[in-house]
């Protein structure tokens, strides 16, 4: 008697484990597959609507970049999906970067500071356009985008800013870099002059 309840107490909670095992990968597929297969939201044609989103979007990616956090869930479930690679797109356009563009520059300039534009709309010749995506393997995504205006091929205006640094994107991509602490820093040691003496001649 004692050894069937051992046993099937054995077995309940090995059935148990693999249960909410079994669940939590059952969801974290649910979720993922639900996110793909959610339809989209119907979408007006008329052209005021149409130009009314295109310049409220412009206006928040322009705002400078933004970052979204994976939720406490987003990254527990992360456990059990395969391996994510960072994939970043665009022309990242650094704090710094930006500082630099005023107006008046050619469009040689604007090339050599920011790079070539990945956009450029033949309906929109004046007008260059710089967006960024990153998206970490942990579900943490990036945007920026910053819009260059020219008039008569010179800088007319630029918007975007509240970028991040080059350091911020460095410790983005590769950890934050790890600064020694003062004991292990090595002692420095005084070193003695060196002193030459020219071989004495013959005569």
């Not at 690679?85 to 970067?97: L, T, Y």
Request: proline share 7%; glycine share 6%; aromatic share 8%.
């Amino acid at each position: 008697m004692r050894v069937k309840q051992a046993v099937s107490h054995r077995f309940s909670a090995k059935a148990v484990l693999a249960a909410g095992l079994v669940c939590t990968l059952t969801l974290s597929g649910c979720a993922s597959w639900r996110n793909q297969t959610r339809p989209a939201p119907p979408v007006a044609t008329d052209s005021a609507a149409t130009a009314a989103d295109a310049d409220k979007s412009a206006a928040i990616a322009n705002a400078g970049a933004q970052t979204v956090q994976a939720s406490r869930l987003q990254k527990f479930l992360w456990i059990f999906s395969p391996y994510r690679p960072d994939i970043q797109q665009g022309n990242f356009v650094s704090q710094e970067m930006l500082n630099q563009l005023k107006a008046g520059q050619t469009r040689d300039q604007v090339r050599f500071l920011l790079g070539s534009p990945l956009l450029l709309d033949a309906f929109h010749a004046d007008r260059w356009d710089y967006p960024f995506y990153l998206a970490r393997g942990n579900g943490e995504l990036t945007t920026s985008r910053v819009t260059v205006f020219f008039k008569d091929d010179v800088v007319e205006r630029f918007e975007g800013g509240n970028l991040p640094s080059e350091r911020d994107y460095i410790d983005r991509i590769a950890g934050p870099a790890k600064v020694p602490s003062k004991k292990e820093k090595p002692e420095s040691r005084p070193v003695a002059p060196i002193t030459v003496t020219a071989p004495a001649t013959q005569q």
